[in-house]
């Protein structure tokens, strides 16, 4: 009995987030960010940092929003200091260097760790059985069912081939 007690115990924390839409996570400025919202779209999650050899993804970013929006691919960034201190900066701070250095115009969640026993709940389900992110600038693709369906290193410029193709895949399946 007591044993069976515990298992049930161990699986409520994994039931807890079995669903994009059960996360809660805050936006950069500190609101509420509506998961729920993104129901229906496929969604490109990508640990962003403003003091990392891959920050110039940013515009290949931006870029890839402009160009996707309207056919339904949500991209938000979630800063983390996760590797090596490169997103240091307050949610004012990050803002504003996005939006001036960048044009960002797509959501940016509040800063949270992406990795470690203190990782953000939202990136527990995304690399739950995949992986951590190694470095800034990870991309997870969820389709348009809720499911990750792609994981992309740093090095995966927001204009390869092999991302968009699994994006316009991901934008395909209903």
Known sequence: MKSALLAGLVLVPALMHASLTSIS??????????????????????????????????????????????????????????FGGQEPGSAEQIATFCSETYGVEFPLTEKVAVKGPQKHPLYAWLSGGRGEPKWNFHKYLVDRKGNVVGEFPSRTAPDSPELKAAIEKALQES
Request: net charge positive; charged share 20%; with cysteine.
């Open 25 to 82: 996570i805050q936006t950069l400025d500190g609101k509420p960010f509506d998961l729920a919202a993104l129901q229906g779209k496929a969604v490109l999650f990508v640990n962003v940092a403003s003091k990392c050899g891959f920050t110039k993804q940013y515009a290949g970013l931006q870029a890839l929003h402009a160009e996707m929006k309207d056919k339904g691919l949500v991209i938000v960034g979630v800063p983390s200091n996760d």
